[in-house]
């Protein structure tokens, strides 16, 4: 199955997925799908240069941002770290804790190309889940992590990070062509685009 992401109107980013069961889960379709969300982080379908078979080319992905109404999530938790990867597949995730302490870190999404923004999370959470075979699991995040896996668990409950981003009118536009001059001084980016029609009000 070839996945493709959901454009940013599309109403299935805005669903909540719920919890599966463990017979549902260890159906032979629903680990091919698995399979399939893995292979679109990887790229494995795409022949040109964002193909890599060793580190994933997306960081974290929810199934319902390619139209998978599915309670799953993957997540590469060696973010920062070239040429390592360290891939979970999160079923039916729910954060159970969230420290009071927040961190600011830059976002971006891939139902949302070019967008970027500085969102408010949790520094330190837990987080319960099952493994794609259906053991269960606790999990302590920190940091990244903390914010990779609260940015994926919102989009299974419905959310985007722009829903959280302090003014949507004024998110980060940043071409493609632009990326690298951005990365090098993301705080003193200066061209904005406003998302505010693409948000939605959420309870922070
Ligand atoms: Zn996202």
Avoid at 91 to 119: A, D, F
Wanted: proline letters at 4%.
């Amino acid at each position: 199955m070839t996945l493709k992401r959901l454009s940013p109107e599309d109403p299935r980013l805005r669903q909540v997925c719920e919890d599966m069961s463990l017979a549902e889960l260890r159906r032979k379709e629903m680990q091919k799908t698995i399979d399939s969300l893995l292979d679109f982080v990887f790229q494995r379908n795409n022949k040109g240069p964002a193909h890599n078979k060793k580190k994933p080319t997306i960081i974290g992905l929810s199934a319902n941002q390619v139209g998978v109404m599915k309670r799953i999530c993957i997540v590469d938790l060696a973010i920062r770290r070239k040429g390592y990867s360290e891939i979970h597949v999160l079923v039916n995730p729910h954060i159970t804790w969230r420290s009071k302490t927040m961190q600011l870190r830059k976002e971006g999404c891939v139902n949302l190309p070019n967008i970027w923004g500085y969102v408010p999370r949790s520094i330190k959470i837990d987080v319960s889940y099952l493994d794609r075979w259906g053991n269960s699991y606790e999990m302590r995040a920190v940091g990244w992590a903390a914010t990779l896996i609260q940015h994926e668990v919102d989009h299974l409950n419905g959310l985007l990070f722009i829903d959280r981003i302090e003014d949507p009118k004024k998110a980060l536009h940043v071409e493609e062509s632009d990326f690298l001059a951005y990365k090098k001084d993301p705080k003193k980016w200066d061209k904005y685009i406003d998302v505010s029609k693409l948000t939605r009000a959420i309870s922070k």
